[in-house]
């Protein structure tokens, strides 16, 4: 047997002997979060012997001390709705301030009932493993030390800290940099109307880091919104900012956001998770291109898809004894932004509670158990529910012209001949995409309409060929941005696209060296700013205007600057012009006065410190090369 420890952020290994467990437990659930609290929950009603471990001193997490008191989307079923309806029953009962005072009660007692444990203000700081089993932990307590023996851990941390002490393999971020999404942060106001919450984005933070984690908590307290922002009088800040993002476990069966688009999931779901890919950050452009063509190339980033969760997703790869029911579980970076709601990490629990009783009664390793046993148990609590497994919808109360919006299903196209009815359209999103999934086959009716004599077809054409691959379009790809076209597409609810950008976007994955200058031009020139572009006519943040944020030309000059990178990469001979253009944009923080005025940690500030970043990480990789 051996401890595992984390020290100075490396794993360290101890053999250890006559190791006496104090207690033995077949579940210990470390974080008794949105999770964790469903996971100890059912875990004890079940039979097993459970003890919940929790940093803080309730449980609940996001729902209690992290404020969050609804849900986006998502589908209904499971045990979460009776612990809801209680919920609001006890609110009307008592005099508390919200529905998340009544869940901290209802949480705790609900696990103590069940016959469960509770150990509050500690922390898991050691792992006993045998070979690649988790067997025991040492935990941190106000009384001390303790070691206890376990059947099943739960790592419901939200970070993957208990899996990756564990020494299971995590990923953190995104390709470009490296970052996560915005953290939010919960605050109670009283206006007019009584007491409610407020929702605000700050920047990133690595929870990883005790000096980012540290920073965040002070900055976001700390920074007075400006007027526009400020709903009423504060009274108190919650204790949890909310991370969206974090870690994440490489997992026995892993989703990812290809196999979603070609209709290529599990066969062996828990639950069905349902929503858009909600980043929050407006920086698309540094998501990668399986991300870029949809929400970029084709418009469709607030189209809501539908993602069926298997429930090895929570199994670590190559060890034993543990799970990670959160939003760490093995989802690629994409897909976390849609599949880590609250109302899916309830199920995450309660389905990880029914794993774990399998796995012991049956005597068997986690990803050995019978699938058909768990599917019965959750198809019966209805936490899965095959009814929801609605693909791909448009959804939301309001379309972008703030018109009530019905949901309806979303089918793309198989016959080439039928794409110039959508692409003559502010709608051209299906018909774009429509021509990714076709490829080849629809290249040349597309090249036919790129002589069309509607503005729309020829322009959205171009679109649906780049998408494909294909640079037949490029001439009216440059002509749209050396034009600036303002025009915002309409195919969205929320974040939807202007014409400018989504060529930028297109000729840098084409890698078009025609677009060079442009491009430069876009970056530094000091006239660029009085482009009827960029003027609040042709404003790209509809429904989400934000005070001393230019939003248009932090979308043009993000885009732009991945573009010339993509652009450099394929053609090392432009690599010294990029160079000496990023230099001159990023010499100083006049660039940064372009965009905001808004504070470096706040969720502007630091999407704009971001361009400049990736530009750097850019030129220092290409003279690493020389």
């Known amino acids: 047997m051996y401890i595992q420890v984390v020290k100075d952020g490396k794993i360290e290994k101890h053999a250890v002997s006559d190791i006496k467990f104090s207690k033995e437990y077949d579940v210990i659930v470390s974080g008794l979060g949105t999770a964790g609290s469903i996971a100890a929950m059912v875990s004890a009603e079940k039979g097993l012997k459970v003890l919940g471990i929790e940093a803080f001193n309730c449980a609940g997490g996001t729902t209690t001390i992290g404020g969050v008191q609804s849900y986006y989307f998502g589908c209904p079923g499971g045990r979460y709705a009776e612990l809801d309806i209680e919920a609001a029953e006890?609110?009307?009962k008592t005099h508390t301030l919200n529905r998340s005072e009544n869940y901290k009660f209802i949480f705790e007692?609900?696990?103590?009932?069940?016959?469960?444990?509770?150990?509050?203000e500690s922390s898991i700081c050691g792992i006993y493993m045998e070979a690649d089993t988790v067997v025991g932990v040492k935990v941190i307590t106000p009384e001390g030390l303790a070691d206890f023996g376990v059947k099943v851990l739960m790592d419901c941390t939200a970070d993957a800290h208990i899996a990756n002490m564990a020494g299971c393999a995590t990923v953190y971020g995104r390709e470009t940099d490296g970052l996560t999404q915005p953290y939010t942060m919960v605050s109670g106001v009283r206006t007019e109307r009584g007491i409610r919450t407020t929702n605000f984005d700050f920047g990133r933070v690595d929870q990883r880091d005790d000096k980012s984690l540290s920073e965040a908590l002070i900055f976001s307290r700390s920074y007075e919104m400006s007027d526009e922002r400020n709903v009423g009088r504060l009274m108190l800040h919650m204790p949890l900012i909310g991370i969206r993002e974090g870690r994440r476990i490489v997992a026995e069966e892993m989703v990812r956001l290809e196999d979603i688009f070609s209709e290529n999931q599990t066969d062996e779901p828990m639950f069905f998770s349902y929503a858009d890919l909600d980043k929050h950050g407006w920086d698309v452009a540094f998501d990668g291109e399986k991300l870029g063509d949809w929400a970029i190339g084709a418009n469709l980033g607030a189209y809501n898809i539908t993602v069926a969760v298997p429930y090895k997703a929570i199994i670590p790869k190559n060890i034993d004894g543990i799970l990670v029911p959160c939003r760490a579980l093995g989802v690629d970076r994409d897909v976390s932004s849609c599949v880590r709601m609250v109302l899916d990490m309830k199920k995450t629990g309660e389905?990880?509670?029914?794993?774990a009783y399998i796995a012991i009664k049956n005597n068997c390793r986690l990803r050995d158990i019978s699938y058909d046993e768990l599917k019965a148990m959750l198809l019966e609590s209805k936490c899965l529910d095959y009814s929801y497994n609605r693909g791909i919808r448009v959804d939301g109360m309001y379309d972008a012209d703030g018109k009530r919006l019905p949901a309806?299903?979303?089918?793309?196209?198989?016959?080439?001949?039928?794409?110039?009815?959508?692409?003559?359209?502010l709608k051209p999103g299906v018909a774009i995409w429509s021509a990714k999934l076709m490829g080849k086959k629809c290249v040349d009716v597309l090249k036919g309409l790129l002589l069309s004599e509607n503005e729309n077809t020829r322009k959205h054409a171009a679109f649906a060929l780049a998408i494909t691959g294909d640079n037949s379009g490029t001439e009216v790809l440059r002509e749209m941005v050396e034009k600036r076209d303002a025009c915002t597409l309409t195919d969205c609810r929320k974040h939807n696209q202007?014409?400018?950008c989504m060529a930028i976007y297109f000729l840098g994955r084409l890698a078009d060296e025609k677009i060079v200058s442009?491009?430069?031009k876009i970056l530094t020139d000091e006239n660029e700013l009085s482009r009827p572009i960029y003027s609040s006519k042709f404003s790209s943040s509809k429904g989400r205007k934000v005070a001393d944020f230019h939003n248009t030309y932090f979308q043009v000059a993000s885009n732009a600057v991945i573009a010339l990178i993509r652009i450099a990469d394929a053609h090392p001979m432009l690599r010294d012009k990029a160079a000496e253009a990023f230099n001159l944009a990023f010499e100083d923080e006049k660039y940064y006065e372009k965009i905001t005025l808004r504070p470096e940690k706040s969720c502007e500030g630091s999407m704009v410190l971001n361009i400049k970043k990736v530009a750097y990480e850019a030129v220092n990789r290409w003279n690493s090369v020389k």
Do not use: M, P, W
């Open 90 to 92: 006890h609110q009307d």
């Open 518 to 520: 442009e491009l430069i």
């Open 498 to 500: 202007q014409r400018c």
């Open 351 to 355: 389905a990880a509670a029914d794993i």
């Open 408 to 425: 309806y299903d979303v089918s793309f196209l198989s016959d080439a001949s039928k794409l110039e009815e959508g692409l003559a359209t």
């Open 109 to 120: 007692n609900k696990i103590i009932d069940a016959g469960a444990e509770i150990l509050y």
